[in-house]
């Protein structure tokens, strides 16, 4: 019996983040772990890079300019060709009710700034799954 060796498909995660700093912080560990990472800093443009980019998950910052993470991951769940694509929210301002809020407009993972190194990339292998 050969052993057939799996193919390994480079994983794809876009992250919507307008804040430069924490997109090249969350774009540098990711590629460090083998990840094809595309940044999205307009989240008026997240939706249509998403459907170029076709991304494995989106990691998706909440408190945007111009357009909330919250409306945007309710948009992508409206959108047949993003719907099926796992969202992980980011928020700096984890009030009460906002995970809640969070997971109901259809987020699949949770993480509150700031977050530690270890913790993000657990909450990425856990959404991506
Ligand atoms: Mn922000």
Do not use: C, W
């Given at each position: 019996?050969?052993?057939?060796?799996?193919?390994?498909m480079p994983q794809k995660i876009m992250?919507?983040?307008?804040?430069?700093?924490?997109?090249?912080?969350?774009?540098?560990?990711?590629?460090?772990?083998?990840?094809v990472v595309e940044?999205v800093?307009?989240?008026?443009?997240a939706l249509e890079q998403a459907k170029m980019f076709a991304p494995d998950m989106v990691?998706?910052?909440?408190?945007?300019?111009?357009?909330?993470?919250?409306?945007?991951?309710?948009?992508m769940?409206?959108d047949a060709d993003l719907a099926a694509i796992p969202?992980?929210?980011?928020?700096?301002?984890?009030?009460?009710?906002?995970?809640?809020?969070?997971?109901?407009?259809?987020?699949?993972?949770?993480?509150?700034?700031?977050?530690?190194?270890?913790?993000?990339?657990?909450?990425?292998?856990?959404?991506?799954?």
């Amino acid at each position: 019996m050969v052993q057939v060796s799996k193919k390994i498909m480079p994983q794809k995660i876009m992250i919507v983040e307008d804040n430069e700093l924490n997109l090249k912080l969350f774009t540098d560990l990711l590629r460090a772990h083998q990840f094809v990472v595309e940044g999205v800093k307009d989240g008026r443009l997240a939706l249509e890079q998403a459907k170029m980019f076709a991304p494995d998950m989106v990691i998706m910052d909440i408190q945007l300019p111009h357009v909330s993470g919250l409306d945007l991951i309710e948009a992508m769940q409206k959108d047949a060709d993003l719907a099926a694509i796992p969202v992980l929210a980011v928020t700096a301002y984890a009030g009460k009710g906002d995970e809640e809020r969070i997971m109901a407009a259809g987020a699949r993972g949770y993480l509150s700034k700031p977050v530690g190194m270890v913790k993000f990339l657990e909450a990425v292998r856990g959404v991506m799954g």
